[in-house]
């Protein structure tokens, strides 16, 4: 096998969960001495070709106005694809998005085995976004029908791609994965929280985009309940995005904003896993989410919604689920924990145990590997 490229919208630091596994796999690639490389659009003033951690990373402009600068990135993405097509024997796109169409229709060209992976489910997933309009309707059929291979990290995504006629043998069970040996437990749980001025409470954490998908005004109304009862707590949230000025003013209207802090997105994230007690992701739907894995893998209790990789990753008494969009729930689970601190370390260790055994980043990594040399083999 030559190699891999990889092409994705956007490329850390921006972007999320999505980002950050494509970067970890390509991390683990250059590890195994493959060529792996990145198609990206540009953005500010970042490079146009850059070098890092072993592997290459390809910014493409986009040009022009509205769905243009989509055509152009296309267009652009195709060309890079094309000059380095001797470096690579395996396009992976991650999400079906325009990334997608360019594989698509390149590695039909070149010749070249492609991948897309579909990252969520439901309202927020890929499918759906895409049957929006005659554009996405459009791309779906390219993918359907040119690539090789679909990555679907959940019984959902699975389900969602045999239902929109997806060939049952292309469909690849894949989940995300967590560097267990970064992400784990704290040595001093009380001295981190020191460091961020909540000594002796309960703290609770949040990472993630601050969006509608994410309904953290379901986790401040819990809030809200569980101050009532305890009020020796505090909420970090780890993060940006469009929902924080109306979080803030929620956040004060419910008179919790002295227990609430907004601490922005972070290059870094484990003092705050270092300090947290409980993880909380009250989320309307989620692929397999990054966040929880790297809380489940530090040792921290977990409460997530009953949506999507959620289910799986908290399995077997590895965390608590509640159904969305239920407050009383959610609240109730928060406060259990709290009064029960033996359950909240209990929860932890099997949390730990279950992103060891499942999620383990090299294994994931391993995953992939057979499978690109799988596809390579096939065409050789």
Not at 159 to 175: D, H, K, N, Q, T
Request: charged residues 20%; neutral net charge.
């Amino acid at each position: 096998m030559k190699g891999v490229m990889m092409l994705i919208n956007l490329f850390p630091p921006y972007g999320g969960g999505t980002e950050r596994q494509a970067e970890r796999l390509a991390a683990y690639l250059t590890q195994q001495n493959i060529y792996a490389g990145f198609i990206t659009r540009k953005l500010d003033d970042s490079k146009y070709v850059e070098t890092k951690n072993g592997f290459q990373i390809f910014r493409i402009p986009e040009l022009g106005p509205g769905k243009i600068k989509s055509l152009s990135f296309i267009l652009g993405a195709f060309f890079t694809m094309i000059r380095r097509s001797k470096s690579f024997d395996i396009l992976h796109a991650h999400l079906a998005f325009a990334p997608a169409v360019a594989a698509s229709i390149a590695g039909k060209m070149l010749g070249k085995q492609v991948i897309v992976k579909f990252g969520n489910s439901g309202a927020f997933g890929d499918i759906h976004e895409l049957n929006r309009t005659w554009r996405g309707r459009l791309a779906l059929t390219i993918i359907r029908r040119w690539a090789d291979a679909y990555i679907a990290l959940t019984d959902e995504i699975e389900s969602e791609l045999l239902e929109a006629g997806f060939p049952p043998a292309r469909i690849v069970r894949v989940v995300n994965g967590v560097n267990t040996a970064l992400f784990c437990p704290s040595a001093d749980k009380r001295a981190a929280k020191a460091v961020l001025h909540q000594a002796g409470k309960t703290v609770f954490l949040f990472t993630g985009r601050l969006t509608a998908q994410k309904a953290l005004p379901d986790l401040f109304l819990a809030l809200k309940q569980v101050i009532d009862v305890y009020a020796n707590v505090h909420l970090f949230l780890l993060g940006d995005g469009e929902e924080q000025r109306s979080l803030e003013a929620l956040a004060a209207d419910l008179n919790i904003a002295p227990h609430v802090t907004f601490a922005g997105r972070r290059d870094s994230v484990k003092l705050y896993l270092d300090a947290a007690d409980i993880f909380v992701l009250p989320s309307l739907g989620e692929g397999i989410s990054n966040s929880l894995l790297e809380a489940m893998s530090s040792g921290l209790a977990c409460i997530a919604t009953n949506v999507g990789g959620s289910v799986d990753a908290l399995a077997d008494g590895a965390g608590i689920l509640v159904s969305p969009n239920n407050v009383g729930q959610l609240a109730d689970a928060i406060l259990h924990l709290i009064a029960d601190p033996k359950e909240m370390e209990y929860l932890g260790k099997q949390a730990r145990q279950r992103a060891i055994e499942q999620y383990d980043l090299d294994a994931v990594g391993k995953r992939y590997f057979d499978l690109y040399r799988t596809l390579a083999d096939g065409v050789a």
